[in-house]
């Protein structure tokens, strides 16, 4: 992963100015910032700021003065921010689809500690931490809220894994645990996972392990059981100070940490399994860096820094351009930005067994995707924006594709297969041995579409 400079979002003061908080919208369209003013400021995707709003206390006789905004997160359809404050409130601004709509509060939710951190995994349930030392959840449709489980250290950092169905919290006495809403099959334990050196402010859960730093300028690398797996030491760096936040990509395969004048990536390697560090961001009088927040499509990455600074970056392991026509901007190993020149619009292609991509096609008259990977194949529509992935062993790229119907399904010849592929369904439909295959005769029923199509 390579990070390159685009712009500065906001301009850094001249005295202390903590950037609080920073978090993207899951469609990509907007991105918020939180100054030490308590104000929200609202951005573009290009950067461009476009709206703002500003916060408020638990009750009004104790001023604006009272409080900070420690975090902050959008729902999961973009159109609401969760807002949790030290006065022990989390706040939900309703901030609609649309530039300039009404800001209205839609939820509160009271608790007995100062909130440090939240997470917004789930359509009505927000996760968050208080001083305490309890992981709760918040229920946007009840209005009510319930501990998760308690802990008698303050929680300091909050992760959830690439599906956002399971969370880890990092507590002032060092401690990290796991707990999942679903383990999707994994086996893996929930309750105390392992105890870090320091306090774990800097807690990243990528696709293949956890990785934790903290002010022993130490970033160390744990298995998905708590195991150390690598440790990478810099307390002989007398340029590098502690670790203040990280973030993960949204694949999992890489990793940001921010420091002091510095941003570290580490980029997993699958073929050996471990975790390689890129070559740092660095730059000068940047200062530290208190925020990180990852675009959910993983094109771009923004800082916050303690002067007030917010700065863009672009992240990507390589581009290319195909046909003259289309960008291939490859974000992480199983995931690909494909945009096309000509009218800007883009499609995001990703493995969702996180396997790595390998080369992209573009066919049929520029409109279908094909792509491989070790164990699937990718098929997309980019004018429907219709993804797939069905298991497809590996075939040296032998296949034969036919994209005669617009709406419903693909076909592919492999080895002498037919197989029949819907567009947005990750299961082939149906496969039939054959030698001869004719796109013009195939008769076929879906019923979910209460459709039929016949060609004789």
Same mark, same amino acid.
């Given at each position: 992963?390579?990070?390159?400079?685009?712009?500065?979002?906001?301009?850094?003061?001249?005295?202390?100015?903590?950037?609080?908080?920073?978090?993207?919208?899951?469609?990509?369209?907007?991105?918020?910032?939180?100054?030490?003013?308590?104000?929200?400021?609202?951005?573009?995707?290009?950067?461009?700021?476009?709206?703002?709003?500003?916060?408020?206390?638990?009750?009004?006789?104790?001023?604006?003065?009272?409080?900070?905004?420690?975090?902050?997160?959008?729902?999961?359809?973009?159109?609401?921010?969760?807002?949790?404050?030290?006065?022990?409130?989390?706040?939900?601004?309703?901030?609609?689809?649309?530039?300039?709509?009404?800001?209205?509060?839609?939820?509160?939710?009271?608790?007995?500690?100062?909130?440090?951190?939240?997470?917004?995994?789930?359509?009505?349930?927000?996760?968050?931490?208080?001083?305490?030392?309890?992981?709760?959840?918040?229920?946007?449709?009840?209005?009510?809220?319930?501990?998760?489980?308690?802990?008698?250290?303050?929680?300091?950092?909050? =992760?959830?894994?690439?599906?956002?169905? /399971? +969370?880890?919290? $990092?507590?002032? !006495?060092?401690? &990290? *645990?796991? @707990?999942?809403?679903?383990?999707?099959?994994?086996?893996?334990?929930?309750?105390?996972?392992?105890?870090?050196?320091?306090?774990?402010? =800097?807690?990243?859960?990528?696709?293949? /392990? +956890?990785?934790? $730093?903290?002010? !022993?300028?130490? &970033? *160390?690398? @744990?298995?998905?059981?708590?195991?150390?797996?690598?440790?990478?030491?810099?307390?002989?760096?007398?340029?590098?100070?502690?670790?203040?936040?990280?973030?993960?990509?949204?694949? /999992?395969?890489?990793?940001?940490?921010?420091?002091?004048?510095?941003?570290?990536?580490?980029?997993?390697?699958?073929?050996?399994?471990?975790?390689?560090?890129?070559?740092?961001?660095?730059?000068?009088?940047?200062?530290?860096?208190?925020?990180?927040?990852?675009?959910?499509?993983?094109?771009?990455?923004?800082?916050?820094?303690?002067?007030?600074?917010?700065?863009?970056?672009?992240?990507?392991?390589?581009?290319?351009?195909?046909?003259?026509?289309?960008?291939?901007?490859?974000?992480?190993?199983?995931?690909?930005?494909?945009?096309?020149?000509?009218?800007?619009?883009?499609?995001?292609?990703?493995?969702?067994?996180?396997?790595?991509?390998?080369?992209?096609?573009?066919?049929?008259?520029?409109?279908?995707?094909?792509?491989?990977?070790?164990?699937?194949?990718?098929?997309?529509?980019?004018?429907?924006?219709?993804?797939?992935?069905?298991?497809?062993?590996?075939?040296?790229?032998?296949?034969?594709?036919?994209?005669?119907?617009?709406?419903?399904?693909?076909?592919?010849?492999?080895?002498?297969?037919?197989?029949?592929?819907?567009?947005?369904?990750?299961?082939?439909?149906?496969?039939?041995?054959?030698?001869?295959?004719?796109?013009?005769?195939?008769?076929?029923?879906?019923?979910?579409?209460?459709?039929?199509?016949?060609?004789?």
């Amino acid at each position: 992963m390579q990070l390159k400079h685009l712009k500065t979002l906001l301009t850094p003061q001249e005295g202390a100015a903590k950037v609080t908080c920073l978090t993207w919208a899951p469609n990509n369209t907007k991105f918020a910032v939180c100054t030490v003013d308590r104000v929200v400021l609202l951005y573009d995707e290009q950067g461009e700021r476009r709206d703002k709003f500003s916060t408020k206390p638990l009750d009004s006789k104790y001023g604006k003065q009272s409080y900070v905004v420690n975090d902050m997160a959008f729902s999961p359809d973009s159109t609401k921010i969760a807002i949790g404050q030290s006065d022990n409130i989390i706040f939900v601004y309703r901030i609609g689809e649309d530039w300039g709509d009404k800001k209205a509060i839609c939820n509160k939710f009271v608790q007995t500690s100062a909130v440090t951190c939240l997470l917004w995994p789930a359509e009505h349930a927000i996760v968050y931490g208080l001083v305490d030392g309890k992981v709760r959840l918040a229920n946007t449709q009840t209005n009510k809220s319930s501990t998760i489980y308690g802990t008698e250290s303050c929680v300091v950092s909050l =992760a959830s894994n690439v599906s956002g169905k /399971g +969370i880890l919290s $990092g507590h002032a !006495d060092g401690t &990290v *645990v796991r @707990y999942f809403f679903d383990d999707e099959g994994s086996g893996d334990s929930q309750g105390k996972l392992f105890m870090h050196p320091c306090p774990p402010y =800097a807690l990243a859960w990528g696709a293949n /392990g +956890i990785m934790v $730093g903290g002010c !022993d300028k130490k &970033v *160390v690398a @744990y298995s998905r059981e708590g195991h150390v797996l690598q440790t990478f030491d810099y307390t002989r760096d007398r340029t590098e100070r502690e670790f203040t936040v990280a973030a993960t990509s949204p694949g /999992g395969q890489s990793v940001v940490f921010g420091s002091y004048d510095r941003l570290r990536v580490f980029n997993w390697a699958p073929r050996r399994s471990v975790w390689d560090e890129a070559k740092p961001k660095e730059i000068l009088n940047l200062y530290t860096i208190t925020s990180l927040a990852w675009k959910k499509d993983g094109s771009r990455l923004c800082a916050g820094t303690l002067c007030g600074g917010v700065e863009l970056f672009d992240c990507c392991l390589r581009r290319a351009i195909y046909k003259n026509k289309f960008e291939m901007t490859y974000v992480g190993l199983s995931q690909v930005i494909v945009k096309n020149l000509s009218t800007g619009t883009r499609v995001v292609l990703k493995s969702y067994y996180g396997y790595e991509i390998e080369e992209v096609k573009i066919m049929g008259k520029d409109r279908y995707l094909v792509a491989h990977t070790s164990d699937t194949l990718l098929l997309g529509d980019l004018l429907t924006n219709k993804l797939s992935e069905v298991p497809w062993p590996g075939s040296g790229g032998n296949e034969k594709f036919f994209f005669e119907n617009e709406t419903v399904s693909t076909r592919s010849v492999f080895f002498g297969n037919l197989s029949l592929v819907e567009y947005s369904n990750n299961d082939i439909l149906g496969s039939v041995r054959t030698e001869f295959m004719n796109p013009h005769l195939i008769r076929y029923y879906l019923q979910h579409y209460n459709w039929k199509e016949t060609v004789n």
